[in-house]
C-alpha cells in the first residue's frame, strides 16, 4: 500500500462517522441510505463520508439495479494492520529488554539486600 494511501486511510478513519460506517460495513454490504438510518445528518454529509471512505480505498461501490451497495474492503484494513502491527511488536521487544534488565537490577537489589543482612548478622 502506498504511504499516501495509508495516510488517506487513517485519516478517514479518524472520524467517528466513518469509523461507525466502517463498523456496520464489517456486517455486511448496505445502501448508503441504510447506512445514513442511524445518523441524525443529512442523506447529504453522509454521502459526503461515504466519499471520503471510498476515496482512502476503504470501501467500493457497486450497482446492483437501482441500489448502490457499499462494500467494505478489508485488503486495506488488513494493510492498516500490519502497517501497526510491525510498531507494536518493535515496542513490545523493547519492552521486553526493558524488563529483563530490570529484573536484573531488581536481582542485583535482593542480593545487596541479603549480603548487608548477613554482615549485619556476623558482626552481632
Known sequence: ?????????????????????????????????????????????????LKVLEEAGLISRSRDAQRRPCHLETAVLDEMTAWVDRYRRNAEERFRRLDAVLETMDADTRREDEDQQDEGVAST
Open 1 to 49: 500500500m502506498a504511504e499516501d494511501q495509508l495516510s488517506r486511510a487513517f485519516t478517514a478513519l479518524a472520524d467517528p462517522t466513518r469509523r461507525d460506517i466502517v463498523a456496520r460495513l464489517s456486517l455486511g454490504d448496505a445502501t448508503p441510505g441504510q447506512l445514513a438510518e442511524p445518523f441524525t445528518m443529512s442523506f447529504q454529509a453522509v454521502s459526503k463520508h
